[in-house]
């Protein structure tokens, strides 16, 4: 059942490991029939053909959305699931406080005991995956076994797919293995399982994002991540940009940052008017993996090839650059629909929904018309902002990593960390505040470390020990900085004007890393002065730039405490190092006294 397909011809191109593990799973999971992806334009179209013909997808208006369609997911399948995810390591502790256990054994004998037989009468997709450049050292292959057709189309656009990864796979000899089946969509029978040891992942019960696309979260950062450890570099939530000047120079900077902190946005970034001949290009929006290069510095892969991107509030003013990469070609998931068969979702400001995201008529009192993790899935070249540096083998280096939160008082505009070490602290300490709007809830606060917490593949105070040992091997480390776009006024309005302004504290940043822009010591890092920072043309006066800018030594001693009661969750394992330095800061706030 599980032969080499002919259309995949000569049969050399896959390895006798992926042949055997395909047929092992075809056996366990019965299906109808096997198809082998091959990522061509034809199969692409013939699948979206199929899902239109069972209903399961919609075609967009041909005239405004060419090429666009809308997927509806299940009801009770519209998410993460983070409570139902587990990294499964023969050492518990490997695993770590951050992360839900299962012994391997267990782990295996629950998900088999749920895949068995569970595709009789579907198709059984085989999707041989590349994440990063086909042809970089840096990137790794994977094989994604699915039972659907929607996680194929999703899969051809996020990632390198088909004939040329199964031909990489097939000389290098290894892979992460991935089995997804939906499943009965049933919430009591869905798990999302990792074994790092065995480079495998198993997800059962969900056709949704995150949980079935596999080379995503599940491959590019929870098995990457421990891939990284052990082969010396680092798989991360973070967005890659470039940022190019006047003159023409580029600096490449990653950025990490929880959910709602602008992340998408900061990778579109369209400079402000006042900054004629600047240029931002988009590397990537969500995931960096980084890797010394041979002159000292870091280099970064996108390891994906196209965006899955939250669809609502995105609009000509908050991201133009993902409004119009979104308007062709693009897979919507659990958005509204105009009468007039258009995409529609909350903050789109331009037309009205006629039908909400589960196809019933529009009815306010139902909630929202798109759910709010509605998504689109699109093919990264499409952004107008996307750089062919994306493509290059030995990826782009970088001169800065941005780490950020949400902080409506605490955590200044912008800082820069007083070396790599301390710079882990800073990263390791991120956390951000939730709003009334995600939570009932205002200003509570949840670490999220390097914005890996519901993503790292171990025990996180072995991840900090692993980013304290890279930096310490490179010649030339990157600079490492902190913003907060989101400080606010006592009224809640915000400080900063934010979105493409965002653009003054980039070159800030850049100016730093070039050593030609002024800063102050804090006990913190080091901070713009009063004339360091460009706020021309903005209505920001000395006392809000100043307000921006403060370092309140009694909150600070309230975080670093805090701080230091999160860290003594891993107990032993934190590095010392990391103690060292939140212990220096804690000094120096004590001996701190404000500029009045």
């Known amino acids: 059942m599980a032969t080499a397909p002919e259309h995949l011809t000569p049969l050399s191109v896959i390895s006798h490991e992926v042949a055997v593990w395909v047929a092992d799973v075809a056996r366990l999971t019965l299906p109808a029939k096997?198809?082998?992806?091959?990522?061509?334009?034809?199969?692409?179209?013939?699948?979206?053909?199929?899902?239109?013909?069972?209903?399961?997808?919609?075609?967009?208006?041909?005239?405004?959305?060419?090429?666009?369609?809308?997927?509806?997911?299940?009801?009770?399948?519209?998410?993460?699931?983070?409570?139902?995810?587990?990294?499964?390591?023969?050492?518990?502790?490997?695993?770590?406080?951050?992360?839900?256990?299962?012994?391997?054994?267990?782990?295996?004998?629950?998900?088999?005991?749920?895949?068995?037989?569970?595709?009789?009468?579907?198709?059984?997709?085989?999707?041989?995956?590349?994440?990063?450049?086909?042809?970089?050292?840096?990137?790794?292959?994977?094989?994604?076994?699915?039972?659907?057709?929607?996680?194929?189309?999703?899969?051809?656009?996020?990632?390198?797919?088909?004939?040329?990864?199964?031909?990489?796979?097939?000389?290098?000899?290894?892979?992460?293995?991935?089995?997804?089946?939906?499943?009965?969509?049933?919430?009591?029978?869905?798990?999302?399982?990792?074994?790092?040891?065995?480079?495998?992942?198993?997800?059962?019960?969900?056709?949704?994002?995150?949980?079935?696309?596999?080379?995503?979260?599940?491959?590019?950062?929870?098995?990457?991540?421990?891939?990284?450890?052990?082969?010396?570099?680092?798989?991360?939530?973070?967005?890659?940009?470039?940022?190019?000047?006047?003159?023409?120079?580029?600096?490449?900077?990653?950025?990490?940052?929880?959910?709602?902190c602008g992340k998408t946005n900061l990778a579109m970034l369209i400079p402000p008017a006042s900054y004629a001949g600047w240029k931002v290009w988009t590397i990537g929006d969500d995931i960096a993996w980084l890797h010394p290069g041979k002159d000292g510095r870091l280099y970064a892969i996108n390891p994906e090839s196209g965006y899955f991107g939250v669809v609502p509030g995105t609009n000509p003013k908050t991201n133009r650059n993902a409004y119009e990469t979104i308007r062709r070609d693009t897979l919507f998931t659990n958005v509204a629909l105009t009468a007039g068969g258009e995409p529609w979702w909350e903050g789109l400001h331009e037309g009205k929904p006629a039908f909400d995201w589960q196809g019933r008529a529009y009815d306010p009192a139902n909630g929202p018309a798109a759910h709010p993790n509605s998504r689109f899935t699109v093919a990264a070249t499409q952004n107008p902002s996307y750089s062919r540096a994306a493509e290059a083998a030995g990826g782009v280096p970088i001169s800065a990593i941005v780490f950020g939160g949400r902080r409506r008082s605490l955590a200044p505009l912008v800082y820069q960390a007083r070396g790599w070490a301390h710079g882990v602290l800073i990263g390791a300490g991120v956390a951000s505040e939730t709003t009334a709007a995600a939570t009932g809830a205002v200003g509570v606060v949840r670490r999220d470390p390097m914005a890996m917490k519901p993503f790292a593949g171990y025990n996180f105070a072995d991840y900090w020990d692993h980013w304290i040992r890279v930096?310490?091997?490179?010649?030339?480390?990157?600079?490492?900085?902190?913003?907060?776009?989101?400080?606010?006024?006592?009224?809640?309005?915000?400080?900063?004007?934010?979105?493409?302004?965002?653009?003054?504290?980039?070159?800030?940043?850049?100016?730093?890393?070039?050593?030609?822009?002024?800063?102050?010591?804090?006990?913190?890092?080091?901070?713009?002065?009063?004339?360091?920072?460009?706020?021309?043309?903005?209505?920001?006066?000395?006392?809000?730039?100043?307000?921006?800018?403060?370092?309140?030594?009694?909150?600070?001693?309230?975080?670093?405490?805090?701080?230091?009661?999160?860290?003594?969750?891993?107990?032993?394992?934190?590095?010392?190092?990391?103690?060292?330095?939140?212990?220096?800061?804690?000094?120096?706030?004590?001996?701190?006294?404000?500029?009045?």
């Open 34 to 260: 096997v198809h082998w992806c091959d990522g061509s334009e034809a199969e692409y179209r013939s699948l979206q053909q199929l899902l239109v013909g069972n209903g399961e997808m919609l075609p967009l208006n041909a005239d405004t959305h060419p090429g666009c369609f809308l997927y509806r997911s299940d009801p009770n399948d519209v998410a993460r699931v983070e409570h139902l995810t587990y990294v499964c390591t023969r050492d518990r502790e490997d695993a770590g406080p951050n992360n839900h256990w299962m012994a391997p054994a267990q782990a295996h004998r629950k998900m088999d005991d749920l895949f068995r037989g569970c595709m009789r009468g579907r198709t059984l997709y085989v999707v041989p995956y590349c994440m990063g450049p086909i042809d970089s050292p840096f990137s790794r292959g994977g094989v994604e076994i699915t039972d659907s057709a929607y996680v194929v189309l999703n899969m051809r656009l996020m990632t390198r797919m088909g004939r040329a990864a199964l031909e990489r796979i097939a000389r290098e000899g290894t892979f992460v293995k991935g089995l997804h089946s939906v499943g009965e969509l049933d919430p009591e029978r869905r798990f999302i399982v990792h074994f790092p040891e065995e480079s495998m992942i198993k997800s059962y019960g969900s056709g949704y994002g995150g949980n079935a696309l596999l080379g995503k979260k599940c491959h590019a950062l929870r098995i990457a991540s421990w891939q990284a450890r052990s082969e010396g570099w680092l798989a991360e939530h973070m967005l890659i940009v470039g940022i190019e000047s006047p003159s023409g120079q580029t600096h490449y900077l990653a950025c990490a940052f929880p959910s709602a």
């Open 471 to 596: 930096g310490a091997a490179l010649e030339h480390p990157p600079q490492i900085f902190h913003v907060n776009w989101f400080r606010q006024r006592e009224d809640g309005r915000f400080l900063w004007p934010g979105f493409g302004e965002n653009m003054r504290v980039l070159r800030w940043i850049i100016e730093r890393c070039e050593g030609r822009a002024g800063a102050v010591d804090t006990p913190i890092g080091q901070l713009p002065g009063p004339s360091d920072l460009d706020t021309r043309g903005l209505a920001i006066g000395e006392s809000v730039l100043e307000e921006l800018l403060a370092v309140d030594p009694q909150s600070w001693r309230e975080e670093l405490a805090a701080i230091g009661a999160y860290f003594d969750e891993f107990g032993e394992r934190l590095p010392q190092a990391l103690k060292r330095e939140l212990g220096e800061t804690l000094q120096r706030i004590e001996a701190f006294t404000p500029r009045r």
